[in-house]
């Protein structure tokens, strides 16, 4: 493996060890931090919203193209659905869009603070730049995106049972019936541990990508397309890890 | 006073600034002189904090700031203004917000007493009714006011200006370096200024330090800056390529 790579690792620890300090004013912590889950929670959620209506109404036509078997009851479709949606689509899929959107933002903003001087401001005012910036940021992802990705499940599912009732392919009882027959807990308790994961991967990656920005604006959008691809790449390995470990 | 003792900075293998020995004094604009490359930058970052020196002292009135804690560090820091080069202004919070930003971060004012202090140095720098503006919907030459209004919105004792006039225009160049000036003799701030425009030294500058390749080349006042042209060919060479007489 390239040893770049343990240097860039352990310079991201650093990062993340460097915004841990009390902050100057806790009030004015707290003022960032909803002002962050305002924009990563509420700003994101159209197109989560989108996503998951028409991931969910494309699962159901597709499976539904798929059960070529009269055998096979209709309602399996149901299963299907919500199954793949709680453990897979909601969570993988919502993130790798959040890994465009709110990824990107974080680190073309704090980027472009960068290049502006505007981190050199804060450090020589005594603000721990990393803290004042970043951390309110990640904090505000861990809260929003397990949300986020409750919505997105429970769109994804009526996006799902939509399309099948206006197609004709099954009926409401049967989509609900499929739905609840293989539902377990531990499903949703998983979908949540992923998506904590991967807020955690999208929020704190883009800040280091965009804090340590060189260059000019051609720096800042580098870094918001490292940003982008790392988080994705990252999103989607840790997605296997966690189903290895915990399913 | 701001004293720099045997400092020397290097990046990589790249030698940045050689033994440095410089005196800044209060209540004086301290101008650092030289050509781009020089080492100015650097020497202002090494005494802001921005970048820590391999070797020597920074000391801020008996402070030497390379040994002091975090926490006594913080408290130093609270009594530095600097004034950046692109003014550094948060692009997302309105003038106001800019200015009042040290003070809701570091006073314990109510929010109608930082706004009087907003005001007040707002006025300082005959700046008035901008309050809700964002910095992008400002001219240059008022971003650089709004600049000083929030490096003085604290009780500052050292300002740091890196190139106060870059990107301005003669007649607004020199109404900053007017401001400057006053600012700097009315409160009695140990004043630094990172400048290669040989106007504001003439201008304004009491105590000046060229740089030359990171050496201090030579030091001395502004009365003494045109016998010390003849003298020395560096420093002749630097004043006569900017085309001041």
């Known amino acids: 493996m390239n040893l770049r790579f343990f240097y860039y690792f352990g310079h991201y620890l650093l990062f993340m060890k460097s915004m841990i300090s009390r902050p100057e004013k806790t009030n004015i912590f707290f003022k960032r931090l909803s002002e962050e889950m305002y924009k990563i929670g509420i700003g994101s959620l159209p197109i989560i919203a989108i996503t998951a209506l028409f991931i969910g109404a494309v699962t159901t036509v597709q499976t539904a193209y798929q059960l070529v078997s009269g055998l096979i ?130 929020t704190s990656v883009s800040s280091y990508q965009g804090y340590y920005t060189t260059g000019g604006a051609l720096g800042v959008g580098e870094s918001s397309t490292r940003a982008v691809v790392y988080s994705s790449v990252l999103v989607l390995f840790f997605d296997y890890i966690l189903a290895e470990i915990l399913l | 006073m701001i004293e720099l003792k045997n400092v020397d900075k290097s990046f990589d293998s790249k030698h940045v600034l050689f033994d440095i020995n410089a005196q ?81 971060m570091f006073s314990k004012m109510t929010a109608a007493e930082r706004r009087e202090r907003v005001n007040f140095c707002l006025k300082r720098v005959n700046l008035e009714n901008i309050n809700s503006k964002y910095p992008s919907e400002i001219s240059g030459g008022m971003k650089k006011r709004v600049g000083i209004a929030r490096a003085i919105a604290l009780d500052i004792k050292y300002l740091f200006c890196d190139e106060p006039n870059s990107g301005l225009d003669p007649i607004t160049s020199r109404l900053i370096d007017e401001l400057i000036n006053e600012i700097t003799k009315e409160y009695g701030i140990t004043n630094v200024i990172n400048s290669h425009d040989m106007k ?30 003849k003298e020395i060919k560096e420093l002749d060479d630097f004043i006569k390529a900017s085309y001041f007489e």
């Open chain 1, 73 to 202: 009851a209709k309602s399996v479709i149901g299963t299907i659905v919500s199954d793949s949606t709680m453990l897979e689509l909601g969570p993988t899929i919502s993130c790798l869009v959040l890994s465009g959107k709110v990824g990107a933002h974080i680190a073309s903003e704090i980027g472009n603070m960068r290049i502006s001087e505007q981190i050199d401001a804060l450090d020589v005012m005594g603000i721990n730049a990393a803290g004042y910036l970043a951390l309110p940021k990640i904090l505000a992802g861990l809260l929003m995106i397990p949300l986020l990705n409750i919505i997105a499940i429970t769109l994804s599912i009526y996006g799902g049972y939509m399309a099948g009732e206006l197609s004709g392919i099954l009926t409401h009882d049967e989509f609900i019936a499929g739905a609840r027959s293989t539902f377990k807990g531990f499903t949703m308790v998983f979908s949540t541990i992923k998506a904590f994961t991967f807020a955690f991967i999208i």
């Open chain 2, 24 to 104: 800044f004094l209060s209540g004086k604009n301290n101008l650092i002189i030289g050509s781009s490359g020089g080492g100015k930058s650097v020497m202002m970052k090494c005494m802001v904090g921005l970048e820590r020196p391999d070797s020597g002292h920074i000391v801020f009135d008996d402070r030497d700031i390379l040994s002091l804690e975090e926490k006594d560090l913080r408290d130093v820091r609270k009594e530095i203004g600097m004034l950046f080069q692109g003014t550094a202004l948060f692009d997302s919070l309105t003038v106001e917000e800019n200015i009042a930003f040290p003070l809701e």
């Open chain 2, 200 to 229: 504001t030294v003439f201008d304004i500058g009491d105590h000046i330090i060229f740089l030359f390749q990171g050496r201090k080349w030579w030091e001395g006042n502004r009365a003494d800056l045109k016998h010390a042209q």
